[in-house]
């Protein structure tokens, strides 16, 4: 991650830890002399990242909670500010390869999705089985993006009231069974792909979570340090640009108005004018990285004074 330019002494905030790989490469990065905080939902992957990331010691804290919630987990480290900051907005492969946690549907499992089962909340079951045909469409078009969200919404209301949708396995039957045979013909993932992405979105709040984070971060990171961010979805990357841009923009007046009144500062550089995606090798190495764009950007020390508009 040497767009975050890792070095000694930093403090780095990994807001979503997964199995540690992020938090290891930084700390090795900066020869083990920085210290780490990692926020993770998912307390099976607390675990195995406290296992990888052992050898570090103390200069690991681990933390279970929702990323938006960083600056609580800052303030109980006694952190102020931050020099370097990661979040990964994709699954885990713990995640995705456990049928138990009912995020995928290669293997049947039970239709669950909650990132942190512990904290309680809406599973995908739950949902499927008692939102109206309404809210389930818009979840699936929205989220989704799938242009047969309407045949797949109706096909979900009618197959519960046959029986209640309880399997990851019978759900991806239903949907499927919505496309058209063409469309099944033809596609080059499961039909179901899209309205496990809407639904695993849905339950655990992921655009909502990432909007908080965004608009929070820029206040804890200390002059010069940098904010990255991996999405996998264009609602995502289109927050995180949106989210940046505005930061790095000085004077938001209305262009007619010939004297800026907002008093907007920029915080923030961008760093990346167009998202890194990864490269051949990266894809062969790890075919989920196909759809990661990465984003960065670096707090400004003294902010520039308003009045004038920004690039």
Same mark, same amino acid.
């Given at each position: 991650?040497?767009?975050?330019?890792?070095?000694?002494?930093?403090?780095?905030?990994?807001?979503?830890?997964?199995?540690?790989?992020?938090?290891?490469?930084?700390?090795?990065?900066?020869?083990?002399?920085?210290?780490?905080?990692?926020?993770?939902?998912?307390?099976?992957?607390?675990?195995?990242?406290?296992?990888?990331?052992?050898?570090?010691?103390?200069?690991?804290?681990?933390?279970?909670?929702?990323?938006?919630?960083?600056?609580?987990?800052?303030?109980?480290?006694?952190?102020?500010?931050?020099?370097?900051?990661?979040?990964?907005?994709?699954?885990? /492969? =713990?995640?995705?390869?456990?049928?138990? $946690?009912? +995020?995928? #549907?290669? %293997?049947? *499992?039970?239709?669950?999705? @909650?990132?942190?089962?512990?904290?309680?909340?809406?599973?995908?079951?739950?949902?499927?089985?008692?939102?109206?045909?309404?809210?389930?469409?818009?979840?699936?078009?929205?989220?989704?993006?799938?242009?047969?969200?309407?045949?797949?919404?109706?096909?979900?209301?009618?197959?519960?009231?046959?029986?209640?949708?309880?399997?990851?396995?019978?759900?991806?039957?239903?949907?499927?069974?919505?496309?058209?045979?063409?469309?099944?013909?033809?596609?080059?993932?499961?039909?179901?792909?899209?309205?496990?992405?809407?639904?695993?979105?849905?339950?655990?709040?992921?655009?909502?979570?990432?909007?908080?984070?965004?608009?929070?971060?820029?206040?804890?990171?200390?002059?010069?340090?940098?904010?990255?961010?991996?999405?996998?979805? /264009? =609602?995502?990357?289109?927050?995180?640009? $949106?989210? +940046?841009? #505005?930061? %790095?923009? *000085?004077?938001?007046?209305? @262009?007619?108005?010939?004297?800026?009144?907002?008093?907007?500062?920029?915080?923030?550089?961008?760093?990346?004018?167009?998202?890194?995606?990864?490269?051949?090798?990266?894809?062969?190495?790890?075919?989920?990285?196909?759809?990661?764009?990465?984003?960065?950007?670096?707090?400004?020390?003294?902010?520039?004074?308003?009045?004038?508009?920004?690039?």
């Amino acid at each position: 991650m040497a767009i975050l330019a890792p070095k000694p002494g930093m403090r780095i905030l990994d807001a979503t830890v997964g199995l540690g790989g992020h938090i290891g490469g930084l700390l090795d990065a900066a020869k083990g002399d920085a210290w780490a905080l990692g926020l993770d939902r998912d307390r099976e992957a607390l675990a195995e990242a406290a296992r990888r990331l052992e050898r570090f010691g103390d200069r690991v804290r681990l933390v279970r909670t929702r990323f938006s919630r960083f600056p609580e987990a800052l303030g109980e480290a006694g952190w102020e500010t931050v020099d370097a900051v990661i979040l990964d907005a994709g699954m885990s /492969s =713990l995640q995705l390869d456990d049928p138990r $946690r009912g +995020f995928g #549907f290669i %293997a049947d *499992g039970p239709l669950d999705m @909650r990132m942190g089962i512990e904290d309680g909340g809406e599973s995908a079951e739950s949902l499927v089985n008692r939102a109206s045909f309404a809210r389930l469409r818009e979840i699936i078009r929205e989220f989704g993006e799938d242009p047969q969200a309407g045949r797949i919404a109706r096909a979900i209301v009618a197959a519960r009231e046959e029986a209640a949708i309880t399997t990851t396995g019978r759900l991806a039957q239903v949907v499927a069974a919505a496309y058209p045979a063409k469309w099944r013909a033809t596609a080059r993932q499961h039909p179901a792909t899209r309205t496990f992405q809407a639904l695993r979105m849905a339950v655990n709040e992921e655009l909502r979570e990432l909007e908080e984070f965004l608009r929070a971060i820029p206040d804890y990171l200390a002059p010069g340090g940098r904010v990255a961010v991996i999405s996998f979805h /264009s =609602l995502e990357d289109r927050l995180v640009k $949106r989210a +940046f841009r #505005f930061e %790095a923009t *000085g004077c938001i007046c209305p @262009r007619e108005q010939v004297v800026c009144v907002c008093g907007h500062k920029p915080r923030l550089r961008i760093l990346t004018k167009k998202p890194l995606v990864p490269g051949e090798a990266e894809i062969a190495a790890n075919s989920r990285a196909r759809s990661a764009k990465l984003r960065a950007a670096e707090r400004l020390g003294e902010p520039a004074e308003p009045g004038e508009r920004g690039a």
